[in-house]
C-alpha cells in the first residue's frame, strides 16, 4: 500500500516534466545577446506568455499563444488573467490583461545579474498601473502586472522581434 502512494505521489512531477520537455518553441534558433539588446534599445519586440503564476494559487501552462507586443508608438496586450479583482469589470471583455495604449513610459536598466528590466507604464490605461519585464541574454523573459484593481499577477515566456 505504501509503494501505491508513492507513485501517486510522484506521478504530478513526472506529468509536468515530461509537458516542460515536450513543449514546442517559437523561434528556430538562440538569439544572440547582442540581438535582445537590440530588440530592447529598439523598443520593438513581442513577449510570448508560456507560463502563468498568478499571486494565489498554482502556475498554469498556457497553450494558446497569449503575447505582449511592445512598438515605439503602441503596446498591445494579450494575457489572460487569474486572480483576484478588487473591482468587477465594467465589461465582460475587461477579463484578462487585455488593452491597447498609446501613450506609454518606456524605461530600461541594466540588470544585475546578464539582462535588463524593462518597466512600461501605461498613461492612458486606468486598470494597469505598469509592467515590469525581466529579459535575460538568451531571449527567456518574466513578466509582472501590477494593477489598480486586481492582485499582481506574472508571466514567464520568451521575447523575439516583431513579425
Same mark, same amino acid.
Given at each position: @500500500?505504501? !509503494?501505491?502512494?508513492?507513485? *501517486?505521489? @510522484? ?5 509536468? @516534466? ?7 518553441? %517559437? =523561434?528556430? =534558433?538562440?538569439?544572440?545577446?547582442? +540581438?535582445? %539588446?537590440?530588440?530592447? #534599445?529598439? +523598443? %520593438? *519586440?513581442i513577449f510570448t506568455a508560456e507560463t @502563468?503564476?498568478?499571486? !494565489? ?26 486572480? !483576484?479583482?478588487? #473591482?468587477?469589470? /465594467? ?6 490583461? %487585455? ?8 524605461? /530600461? ?7 535588463? #528590466? ?17 529579459? *535575460?541574454n538568451d531571449g527567456s523573459a518574466g ?5 489598480? *484593481? ?5 508571466? !514567464?515566456? =520568451? ?5
Amino acid at each position: @500500500m505504501k !509503494r501505491k502512494y508513492y507513485s *501517486f505521489k @510522484m506521478l504530478p512531477i513526472l506529468v509536468v @516534466m515530461l509537458l516542460g520537455s515536450c513543449s514546442t518553441s %517559437q =523561434h528556430n =534558433h538562440i538569439p544572440t545577446t547582442s +540581438q535582445i %539588446q537590440g530588440l530592447i #534599445q529598439a +523598443q %520593438q *519586440f513581442i513577449f510570448t506568455a508560456e507560463t @502563468m503564476l498568478p499571486l !494565489r494559487g498554482e502556475i498554469k501552462i498556457l497553450n494558446t499563444p497569449y503575447d505582449v507586443t511592445v512598438g515605439k508608438d503602441t503596446l498591445v496586450s494579450y494575457l489572460p488573467y487569474f486572480g !483576484r479583482a478588487y #473591482q468587477a469589470p /465594467v465589461s465582460p471583455t475587461d477579463a484578462g490583461v %487585455q488593452f491597447t495604449s498609446v501613450k506609454f513610459e518606456y524605461k /530600461v536598466s541594466p540588470a544585475k545579474k546578464n539582462g535588463w #528590466q524593462v518597466k512600461i507604464v501605461p498613461l492612458d490605461n486606468t486598470n494597469i498601473r505598469e509592467m515590469n519585464f525581466d529579459i *535575460f541574454n538568451d531571449g527567456s523573459a518574466g513578466l509582472n502586472v501590477i494593477s489598480n *484593481f486586481r492582485d499582481a499577477i506574472s508571466y !514567464r515566456g =520568451h521575447i523575439a522581434p516583431i513579425k
